[in-house]
């Protein structure tokens, strides 16, 4: 065979940080050993990986086109490793989540996830469903947990379970005791809302089309709790996910709003690069979260 398994770990490497100096680093390894392994791995197959600019690597075509295949085979060197050297199938998993998921869904998945498999560690990044699809995309998470619709040639979308956005306001609201909000109502209201690039604004911009050029939001947030804290407060209507809503429903903090003619549902998926190794622990995931 001519290149190893550390080489293609730091052609990985130099393609995800476009930096040599940082990819030895991540690899606990001196800078010459890493731009000599590089070298090497060039040399022997008469190619070119990278374009050089000035000190700056950045991956080329054909780089471009070999790296979910390295991906793909290092994943499967590390899962084979791991079973030989430690006699089980679950190891590591990287999980990334958009913020509904993440603050009111994942952690109790996580819980059964480690219960099933002690051995098992588990990492868990929360972020909007832009940020999570692009770090699948580039092999930073394994599993993507998101409530945002997206198509992704690079990406493989399976539909998870189903939700709904509610529209909320304070229960002193002058809103509040209204049955049901009409165009009119939407569009007088002075709203508190999620960032473009969430799911969940994603889903609110579809529901209220042909109303949005005339809609006054007040402030754009990344948190929930935050969009949550500022209707107690008075400053407007949100909308947000029934899930993230049934607690204060339930202590009467905050009241939900009937709306005519908009809908509101909505798909949760998971999402996983198409060239990424199933390992063990991948597969273990995506059946506890059908199972859920």
């Known amino acids: 065979m001519k290149y190893s398994l550390r080489q293609l770990e730091v052609f990985l490497a130099i393609a ?31 190619i070119r990986l990278f374009d050089r600019i000035g000190k700056r690597l950045k991956i080329n075509e054909l780089g471009r086109l070999l790296r979910p295949r390295a991906e793909a085979l290092l994943e499967q060197a590390q899962a084979l490793e791991l079973n030989m050297s430690q ?32 051995a098992a560690k588990v990492e868990l990044q929360v972020a909007n469903t832009s940020t999570i699809v692009a770090r699948v995309a580039n092999f930073d998470l394994d599993v993507g947990l998101i409530e945002g619709e997206i198509q992704h040639s690079e990406l493989e979308i399976i539909p ?30 002075t709203w508190i809302l999620r960032e473009k690039g ?26 929930t709790e935050a969009i949550k804290r500022a209707v107690t407060e008075g400053l407007g209507i949100g909308c947000l996910s029934r899930i993230a ?11 939900p709003l009937r709306v005519a003619g908009r809908d509101f549902s909505r798909q949760f998926y998971l999402i996983l690069n198409n060239h990424k190794y199933r390992s063990a622990g991948i597969e273990r995931w995506i059946e506890l979260c059908h199972q859920a």
């Open 87 to 118: 006699h089980q199938a679950v190891g590591q998993l990287k999980l990334g989540a958009t913020l509904t998921i993440g603050n009111y869904l994942a952690v109790r998945l996580m819980a059964r996830y480690m219960e099933a498999h002690p």
């Open 16 to 46: 995800h940080y476009d930096n040599i100096t940082k990819a030895a680093e991540s690899l606990s390894m001196s800078q010459s050993a890493a731009s000599g392994a590089l070298k090497e791995l060039e040399q022997q197959f008469d």
């Open 245 to 255: 809503l049934l607690e204060a429903f339930s202590r009467e903090t905050l009241v």
């Open 198 to 223: 969430s799911g969940t604004r994603q889903t609110f911009d579809r529901a209220l089309h042909g109303l949005l050029p005339g809609l006054n939001v007040l402030l754009e947030l990344e948190h």
């Open 160 to 189: 998870w379970r189903e939700d709904e956005l509610v529209v909320f306001c304070a229960p002193d609201h002058p809103l509040a005791t209204k049955w049901q909000l009409n165009d009119t109502d939407l569009q007088a209201a």
